[in-house]
């Protein structure tokens, strides 16, 4: 299937800092990504849709100014999460279409954020 | 109600079982049917993707029955590898092509 990289995949920070998570489609274009965040023994929620050219949608309750979205290229998208609190620490998520006629999507290795 | 329910479980089989899990959906506009496998602090994998006409890969069966908005896969002769949460996915082209998911339903076969 597609590949789909994550960067990092983990990450600690202090409160209040700002942490940039990329995505990446490796040997496919993505005008579409997606991001999802998963706590522990739940399954994902989806954030937001990356669009390519565009603004990014994000789901009800998703702070768009605290969740900040570019898509910056066909194969790139990055979330940045601003000023990060622990209740933001969990598992982020990026997938991708990989182009299949049924649209399945292909998921980033995720990045582990803990905020201290 | 959720969109896509699923038995959360655990399942705890033996090795060699045989193990259904089953999944329902709400929204009858959904087109695009998925069993995701996520391993624990891992991301989801595509396991395989449902068709209406039912579809088997290896030990995996997964079937579909779009009148009563339910979805299945069976897993025969179970090996301890397969132990993992297994992820009932729905897509609706509809809705930007937003995948939606169960909560899981977690799998533990012991030796």
């Known amino acids: 299937g597609a590949v789909v990289s994550q960067h990092p995949s983990w990450v600690i920070c202090k409160s209040g800092t700002s942490v940039k998570i990329e995505c990446r489609s490796l040997?496919?274009?993505?005008?579409?990504m997606f991001w999802y965040r998963q706590f522990p023994k739940q399954s994902l929620m989806l954030m937001a849709t990356?669009?390519?050219?565009?603004?990014?949608?994000?789901e009800q309750g998703v702070e768009k100014d605290k969740f900040l979205i570019n898509h910056a290229s066909l194969t790139l998208s990055t979330l940045t999460v601003t000023s990060a609190h622990p209740e933001d620490s969990s598992f982020y998520i990026c997938?991708?279409?990989?182009?299949?006629?049924?649209?399945?999507?292909?998921f980033g290795p995720g990045t582990r954020l803990t905020v201290t | 109600r959720k969109e896509v329910e699923q038995d959360p479980g655990p399942f705890n089989v033996p090795e060699g079982a045989t193990v259904a899990f089953n999944c329902t959906y709400s929204?009858?506009?959904?087109?695009?049917f998925f069993w995701y496998r996520q391993d624990c602090r891992k991301e989801p994998k595509l396991l395989m993707s449902?068709?209406?006409s039912g579809n088997e890969d290896g030990r995996f069966t997964a079937q579909l029955n779009r009148a009563s908005q339910y979805i299945s896969l069976l897993i025969r002769d179970s090996k301890l590898s397969d132990s993992a949460t297994y992820l009932c996915?729905?897509?609706?082209?509809?809705?930007?092509?937003?995948?939606?998911f169960g909560g899981g339903t977690r799998l533990m076969v012991k030796p």
């Open positions: 040997d496919f274009q993505a005008t579409t």
């Open positions: 449902v068709y209406s």
């Open positions: 990356s669009n390519e050219g565009s603004k990014a949608t994000y």
């Open positions: 929204n009858s506009a959904s087109q695009s």
């Open positions: 996915v729905v897509n609706n082209r509809n809705a930007g092509n937003m995948l939606t």
């Open positions: 997938s991708a279409p990989g182009g299949g006629a049924r649209y399945e999507q292909y």
